[in-house]
């Protein structure tokens, strides 16, 4: 067990963090992959995988991946939303860890969505 002197330091490093992320949070892009069964029996944690992967191989500080439960269209799965500063919503749709990379290169890190990926082209 940590002494508590250490755990002290832990908890005011991770309380930096967090209130450099509060100051922050205009420029951060989240990422919000949906977790539910029915996106986990889909393939959502690979993608999940994939996408800290990319993020943290590229450095990208100010994007953050999280979860999230039931997104409501199972038949969609594995389902992420992209929360880019001042953008709408971008709702990805049958995601796969190979379409990943794209999504970062082309989304994330040059603001432009890849539509045929989107929820939008999966209703036509």
Do not use: W
Not at 34 to 46: F, K, L, Q, V, Y
Not at 68 to 93: A, N, S, W
């Amino acid at each position: 067990m940590k002494s508590m002197a250490e755990l002290e330091a832990i908890r005011k490093k991770t309380l930096e963090r967090i209130n450099l992320r509060r100051e922050d949070e205009s420029d951060n892009v989240r990422v919000v992959v949906g977790m539910a069964t029915c996106g986990i029996a889909a393939g959502a944690r690979p993608v999940m995988l994939k996408f800290m992967e990319e993020i943290n191989k590229r450095e990208m500080s100010n994007v953050t991946v999280s979860q999230t439960g039931c997104i409501g269209m199972c038949r969609l799965e594995p389902m992420v939303d992209v929360y880019m500063p001042g953008k709408e919503k971008v709702t990805y749709v049958h995601m796969t860890p190979e379409k990943v990379g794209r999504v970062v290169a082309e989304h994330i890190v040059n603001g432009r969505p890849v539509t045929e990926f989107t929820i939008g082209a999966a209703e036509e």
